[in-house]
């Protein structure tokens, strides 16, 4: 019978891969923020270091109708146009 890893075997592991996802979490959503508050998907880009801008806007330009309601009703509405 195989000798069964101690408790602990596993905790260095599972803290590094949290430690990751949380870095990830944290760069996407500062990604996310400067899309929200600029709409400069080149700044968002050049910020994460994509390679290439069809990566950058694959990841966050996924719009929900209410966004893209929104974004219409302010280009209809658009006094300057």
Do not use: C
């Amino acid at each position: 019978m195989a000798e069964r890893p101690s408790r602990g075997y596993f905790s260095r592991p599972i803290a590094d891969l949290r430690k990751r996802r949380a870095d990830a979490t944290a760069r996407h959503t500062a990604g996310q923020r400067v899309l929200d508050k600029t709409g400069n998907i080149k700044a968002v880009q050049k910020l994460l270091g994509h390679g290439s801008i069809q990566t950058t806007a694959d990841i966050y330009t996924d719009w929900d109708i209410d966004q893209l309601a929104e974004t219409l009703s302010q280009v209809l509405l658009d006094d300057d146009g």
